[in-house]
C-alpha cells in the first residue's frame, strides 16, 4: 500500500472496486492499518496503552472539499510513515459519489440519515448503513468502553465547509448532550485549530456527529471550517493550526492545549430550528448575508406558507439558511450569544 501511486482517497472514488474489505496488513513501523470499504480506512498503533479512538470524517458533503484534501494529506503521511499515529485512528471520506460530481450530494443529504431508520432506497441510505456498521465495529472494539461522555477517550470531528460565508470563519456544532458536561478540553483544542465559535444544540438530530455522541459516547462535533471551494481551489494556509493540532492529536500521546482562559470563545445557544415544511418556503434576507449576521428582535426572518418565522430576540443570528432543502428538514437555525 506505501508504493501505490495514487492515493487512498482516490483508488477509493475512482476505482472502488479494488479496495478490499476489511483487508489489514502492518507498516514496518508497527501500525496495523485496516482498509475497511471504500473511503473508509484505519490505523492502529503497536501499543494501545492509554490509545484514544479518534474516528475523522470528511465528504459526508460531497463538494466541502478543504476538509477531504486535509484528512487525504494526513492518511498519505500515515501510510508514507512520515507520522506515526499513538491511537486508533479511524478516516471516512463519506460522499465518494457526490465528490465526483462536486456536489453535495447525489439523491439524499448524507448527513441527515444517521438516525434510526433502515431504509436503504438510494445510494446515500446504503451508505449511511455502510458507515454505521464500520463506525461500530470501530468503537466496540477499542479496549474500555466510556460509560459516560466525560471520560471518554473516543473523538469524533466530523468536518465540513458552509455554503455562504461566515462571520465567524470556523466554528463547531456541539451536538445535544442531554444533559452531560461540556468538554473544556475539547474547546481548548478547537481553540487551537482556530474554531472559536461554538454552537450548543439543544435537541437530537440526525447528523453523523449526534449519533456517534449519543450512542458511542465520543467527544463528537460537527467542524465547518470555512466556506465550500472546489477541489484545489482551498487557500490551504488558512488551515495551518487545524493541521497542525489534527498532526498532534495522532502522534502525540497528547496535544499541546492553550489554558483555557486563553481561548477566546464564542458561544451561542440554538433557539430555532426551522424546518421546511412547504414548497412555498422563502428566506426574507439577501443570499449574500454571511452566517451570523444578528437581527433585531421581531424582524421576518421566514415564511411558510401561511407560517411566519420571526427573530426572537434582540441579535438573534442566523446560521445554515437554506430554502432549498427537501421538505421535512432544517431550513434554518437561529442562534443567540449565551455562556458555557
Ligand atoms: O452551510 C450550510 O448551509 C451547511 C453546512 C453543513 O453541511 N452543515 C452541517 C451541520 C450539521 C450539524 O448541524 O451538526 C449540515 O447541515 O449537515
Ligand atoms: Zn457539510
Redesign the pocket.
Known sequence: MSTNPISFLAQSRFSPETIQAQQRFQLSNGTTVETCCPGVITFEPASLHAAKSILLSSG??GN?TAPIEICEALVEDLLQEKIKTQHRVMFIFGNLPAMNIGE?FVEE?L??LFNASVSIDNQEQVRAQELKREVHRFFESDSAAPSSHSDSKRIHY?L?????ESKNEKFV?Y?FLHGHEYSKQQLRFLSACDVNTV?L?QSP?S????YTSRNYNTHGF?V?LGK?KPFGENNMASFRNVNEMLTQLITRQEPILPPLDECPLDVFDVKQVIDKHTDDFKLHFADNIP?FTGFPKGTLLATDGDKEYRALENDEAI????ANVALGQ?AL?TVVRCEI
Open positions: 459526508v458533503h466541502e453535495r443529504n448527513n441527515r466530523d465540513h465547509t458552509a455554503i455562504r456544532v451536538p454552537l444544540s438530530t447528523t453523523f456527529s449526534y460537527t465547518e465550500v452566517n446560521v445554515f439558511p437554506n432544517r437555525l
